[in-house]
């Protein structure tokens, strides 16, 4: 069936570098996909969103860009922060009327400082 | 702003015991309702979405079973718990319309012994 998946499991990176979290989709329907941010014990955290009809999309040291071509959706991070260290799953809705979204494994991304 | 609540924030239960999570979200009317459940180390997995009072749907054949008694309130059930029902219970909203980011709440713990 069709799903959303992410390339890399684990990322580490030093505190203050940029930090690129990847995922990869396989439904060409999908229209609107989101960034989810998972600490530890907690609920997931949205971060940012971006529709088909955009190619990026900027947030407070966040970016979003999406490369519907190949199918493809990233995350930056700018200056990651050992606050930042959590699993990052990307979702994607691809259309309907009850907005049930496919989410990814995760990510975890890890600041060392 | 709307706030989604979740309780117990941890339950230990005993196999074959009976269990009851409670799902109540503010700050908005009519709702989407979402369950679901993380394993450890996994991703997301929808059990159950709920459009509207008395409307449930399932999304995987399980021991578990849930109920919308009022407009913002999702409830949870089993009336006998198995030992793969541990894991991370996560409930969700979404905007009816317009909107179809899902918020999460904290989340239950469940460990079944």
């Known amino acids: 069936g069709e799903s959303v998946g992410l390339h890399l499991p684990t990322l580490s990176v030093q505190e203050g570098d940029n930090s690129i979290i990847n995922c990869a989709y396989s439904n060409s329907a999908s229209d609107y996909f989101i960034w989810y941010k998972q600490e530890s014990g907690k609920g997931p955290q949205f971060i940012i969103d971006i529709r088909s009809n955009m190619d990026k999309r900027q947030g407070q040291r966040v970016t979003v860009l999406l490369n519907k071509t190949v199918k493809h959706l990233s995350l930056q991070i700018a200056a990651t922060q050992p606050g930042d260290s959590a699993v990052y799953f990307c ?3 691809s259309g ?5 979204l496919t989410f990814g494994k995760g990510t975890l991304l890890t600041v060392n400082p | 702003s ?12 005993p196999v074959g015991s009976p269990l ?7 700050g908005t009317s ?9 394993a450890a180390g996994r991703g997301l997995q929808l059990l159950f979405y709920s459009v509207g009072i008395g409307q449930i749907s399932s999304e995987v054949p399980q021991n578990l079973s849930a109920s919308r008694p009022q407009d913002r309130q ?21 905007f009816r319309v317009g909107k179809e980011t899902q918020y999460f709440g904290p989340g239950t713990r469940l460990l079944v012994l």
């Open chain 2, 20 to 26: 009851s999570l409670e799902c109540t979200v503010e």
């Open chain 1, 96 to 100: 309907g009327s009850n907005y049930k």
């Open chain 2, 74 to 94: 999702f409830i949870l059930s089993s009336k006998k718990l198995l030992l793969s029902d541990s894991g991370f219970y996560l409930c969700a909203w979404s």
């Open chain 2, 2 to 13: 709307q706030t989604i609540h979740q309780w117990p924030a941890t339950l230990v239960q």
């Open chain 1, 91 to 93: 979702a994607e809705n």
């Open chain 2, 30 to 38: 009519n709702p989407n309702l979402y369950w679901y459940r993380q």
